[in-house]
Structures are given as structure tokens and as C-alpha cells.
């Protein structure tokens, strides 16, 4: 056997058993934490490590419980789902509406620092946010938009909008000038050439980035905590399941269908839009 050969059906098995690792790493936890889900307390404390309840021991008791409103004797999450998804699409609403222009300018006009400015950008995205935390926070409670999700959307952009910019102007600087030559003969303006022009062509790259911004606002928790533990009924998702975390008296049976509840959303999410997900991630990386 050629060395060539043996290196093909190495790497061949070495492939699958990687793939093997990681989806046992990845699946595993979240199918035992759906398992939880739909179990009782009680069976739970008798069989704490089985991994396949038995028929009679299934219940979903444990989602009524945690989607119930807390007048009604539940946890509350159904309104915390609203919460979170009307937190997550403004903010992608809004981290795009500042950052499709920004990574426009940037990728077409030419000033001194402007191969630069989108390094600026992402380096500002890696600071921690802890150190934006208290700033923003007197800040905002100064405005009067503590406790507010409008508030709380707001502040997720300053995370969102460095690194959105920093994605979209990698895509727009394959988009050929020409083209946009030609519309501004027939014509047009900057702007109908940017929004009859350009975003057609960059909707896969916008659908990837407005996922990702999405995945972020919808898993947050510091600026979440800091703005609306004060204010119960804004609670995000992250947050309750973290407060109700803190409760002695939650089962974890429940935290574990509240945690199904915050993760399957974005998973359907992600499968629904994965191929424009894939596109808009990799157009545009032979270029910078």
C-alpha cells in the first residue's frame, strides 16, 4: 500500500470519528436535558440517570408549568419568549439599519484609515462587555430607559454593530463598482443604488448576519440583568431561567423545559435559514 493510500483511509476514518466526538459532545447533553424535560420529580429522584424514560413516567406537566403566566400559578416563560423576541428583532432591525450604510461607506469610500477603520471596528466588538456594562447602565438610567426593551435593544447594538459592519463590508467589496456605475448613469442616487441595487444582491449576506445578531440578543444575559431585574415583567428569557435558577423552589425538571423552550427557537431558526446562512458567511472571503 502507497503511502497516499494509507493516508486516504487514515484521515477517511479519522473523519467519521471526529464527527462521531462532536455529535456525541453536542447531542448528548441536549437530549438529556429533553429527557429532564419530560419527566416528573418524582421519577427523577428514584432513576436521576436513565436515559430513557419510561412511558409512564413521560409528562408535560413540566411545559405547562413553565409557559403558564405567573398569575395563573406558572413560571411566566411564554411572556419572556415575547420579551426576548421583540428584544432580538429590534435589535437586529436596528444593528442593520446602522450597519448596511456603514459597511457600504466604508467599502466604497476612500479616506486616509480606511483599510484599517473595519480592524477598529472588530477590535471594539473584543473589548468585554463588562466595561461597557456600568457606563451604559448610568447612562440609560439617567435617560429614564432602564427597564425598558427599546432601552435593553438599544445597548445591544453596541455590541452588534462593530461586528456586523465588519461582516457586511467583506461582502460588499465583491460587489462589483461597475454596476453601480452603471445605475448611476441611468440615474440614480446613492441611496436607490444601495437599496435597489446592493441589498438584493447581499441577502444571503444580510439573512447570516442578521441570524448571528439575533443568536446574540436572544442568548444575552449581563445587560439584560443589569436593565430589567427590577422590572419582572420584561424579563428575557435568559434572565428568568437564570433567576428561576436561583429558586429553591423550581424542580429541574422545569428549568429543563424552560431551557428546551429558550433553545429550540433558535435551532429551528438556524436550520430554516442555513443556506443563506452558508452563502452570506463565505462570500467574500477570498476578498478583504
Not at 476612500?110 to 447602565?137: C, D, E
Amino acid at each position: 500500500m502507497t503511502r497516499a493510500r494509507f493516508e486516504e483511509r487514515l484521515f477517511g476514518v479519522l473523519r467519521y470519528v471526529v464527527i462521531a466526538g462532536l455529535l456525541l459532545v453536542t447531542v448528548a447533553p441536549f437530549y438529556y436535558m429533553v429527557m429532564l424535560s419530560f419527566r416528573s420529580t418524582g421519577s427523577l429522584l428514584l432513576h436521576p440517570g436513565a436515559l430513557w424514560p419510561q412511558a409512564k413516567e413521560i409528562t408535560v406537566k413540566t411545559y405547562e408549568t413553565v409557559l403558564k403566566s405567573t398569575d395563573s400559578g406558572g413560571d411566566g416563560l411564554l411572556g419572556m419568549l415575547r420579551n426576548s423576541a421583540l428584544v432580538s428583532l429590534g435589535t437586529v432591525v436596528l444593528t442593520l439599519a446602522a450597519a448596511v450604510p456603514g459597511a457600504w461607506a466604508i467599502s466604497r469610500l476612500k479616506f486616509a484609515g480606511s483599510r484599517q477603520i473595519s480592524a477598529v471596528f472588530l477590535a471594539v466588538y473584543l473589548f468585554p462587555a463588562t466595561l461597557l456594562a456600568v457606563p451604559l447602565f448610568v447612562m440609560f438610567s439617567r435617560m429614564g430607559m432602564q427597564g425598558s426593551l427599546l432601552g435593553l435593544a438599544i445597548v445591544y447594538i453596541a455590541q452588534t454593530v462593530p461586528v456586523s459592519i465588519y461582516m457586511l463590508r467583506n461582502y460588499f467589496t465583491t460587489v462589483p463598482v461597475s454596476i453601480e456605475e452603471a445605475a448611476a448613469l441611468d440615474g440614480c442616487s446613492r441611496l436607490t443604488i444601495l437599496r435597489k441595487v446592493v441589498l438584493p444582491l447581499a441577502a444571503p449576506s444580510l439573512m447570516a448576519t442578521g441570524l448571528y445578531v439575533f443568536m446574540i440578543a436572544w442568548n444575552e444575559f449581563l445587560f439584560a440583568s443589569l436593565f430589567l431585574t427590577a422590572t419582572p415583567d420584561k424579563w428575557t428569557v435568559s434572565l428568568g431561567l437564570k433567576l428561576m435558577n436561583n429558586a429553591i423552589q423550581v424542580p429541574p425538571t422545569v428549568l429543563m423545559a424552560g431551557s428546551v423552550v429558550l433553545t429550540v427557537p433558535v435551532i429551528l431558526l438556524f436550520y430554516a435559514a442555513q443556506r443563506f446562512l452558508t452563502e452570506g458567511l463565505t462570500t467574500g472571503a477570498d476578498k478583504s
